[in-house]
């Protein structure tokens, strides 16, 4: 199933396939669901007129919410679940966020000193799935806590080198992260928030191909954290709110010159991205294969001029429009995490 090239934003190796494609390959029961990943992912590989179109095309042919997608996680829950097609294979490991959860845990204030205590299981999954000696291209890790526990549990099998993809969704105060590469050398995707990103990147990370910021982060930290990642092509930041002068100098900065693809997600729902400023200094993005918006952070009437342009994605909610996309950059989409 190997593509036997590599994809348009130089994502993954040559020996491998893209993650998507094994997630319509394992979509093929959902109605819909694997025909608009399979495209999208067409699109990733060659990057032609005529497969964005399809894909296109496929997207827009879902009527209503694409609720098929829901069953995208199956498996995902408090084991690892393994994709595999022939000799290509993939594995994803998600704990469970149980310090985002009021009951429904084993945490008691009375016994622990807090809900990380007991945040274990994803630990015991991981540890379990290397116990059974299953070979896999690469595992894809989504933690709640940070990424130390998981990686006692490699480092004890010697197994770093497995992780290509991590999602660091909340941080435990008390854990404090280290630079990535210290754990995981061959990190080819990184989510994380904006406030972790100065230790995170703090050595150089040369296999990191792609980097998901949420919350506001400056530029200033941002142009030094891409200096240390000098394999990057793909950038997303999912902010509430972007001004006209971050807009501004984010298309001035000269590390956009190396990026194949740039996302601005717009937490906001009011129709205020600065269109006017994103039009002034919009020649310095003719190079990127595609940029992305929310699709509520531009008015309606903005919109089509928008979409007309070759590789812009509109992004619904649920990011239908981008699935493909999402699995081979954060690691993950949006219905799996």
């Not at 995981?184 to 928030?193: N, V, W």
């Not at 982060?217 to 709110?241: F, M, S």
Request: aromatic fraction near 6%; charged fraction near 25%; hydrophobic fraction near 45%.
């Amino acid at each position: 199933m190997s593509g036997g090239h590599l994809d348009i934003l130089g994502l993954v190796p040559e020996s491998e396939c893209l993650a998507a494609q094994l997630i319509a390959r394992h979509a093929e029961t959902l109605e819909g669901a694997a025909e608009v990943i399979a495209a999208q992912a067409r699109w990733l590989r060659s990057g032609t007129a005529e497969d964005w179109a399809l894909a296109r095309r496929s997207v827009d042919a879902v009527t209503g919410p694409p609720h098929h997608l829901q069953a995208l996680d199956r498996g995902i829950g408090n084991g690892v679940c393994v994709l595999r097609d022939g000799h290509d294979a993939m594995a994803w490991l998600v704990d469970d966020d149980l310090v985002g959860l009021e009951d429904g845990s084993d945490y008691s204030p009375k016994r622990h000193a807090s809900p990380w205590e007991v945040n274990t299981e994803g630990e015991r999954a991981l540890r379990a799935f290397l116990a059974s000696g299953t070979f896999v291209h690469g595992l894809r890790l989504g933690v709640h806590e940070g990424s130390a526990r998981f990686h006692g549990a490699l480092q004890d099998h010697d197994l770093c080198e497995l992780v290509t993809h991590l999602v660091l969704a909340v941080q435990n105060p008390d854990n404090a992260e280290v630079p990535v590469v210290e754990r995981f050398p061959a990190l080819r995707g990184l989510s994380c928030l904006a406030r972790e990103l100065p230790v995170l990147l703090a050595s150089r990370a040369p296999a990191l191909r792609s980097l998901t910021v949420a919350d506001p982060v400056d530029l200033e930290t941002l142009d030094r954290a891409l200096a240390r990642a000098p394999a990057l092509t793909h950038l997303a930041l999912r902010c509430t709110g972007f001004s006209e002068a971050f807009v501004r100098d984010l298309l001035r900065r000269p590390f956009l010159a190396r990026l194949r693809g740039l996302e601005l997600w717009d937490r906001r729902r009011e129709g205020g991205f600065p269109l006017a400023a994103w039009r002034a200094h919009e020649a310095s993005t003719q190079h990127l294969v595609y940029v992305g918006l929310a699709e509520w952070s531009l008015p309606e009437r903005d919109r089509p001029a928008f979409a007309r342009r070759p590789g812009a994605f509109l992004i619904r909610s649920d990011r239908r429009d981008v699935v493909a996309l999402d699995a081979d950059t954060s690691g993950w989409t949006y219905r799996m995490f």
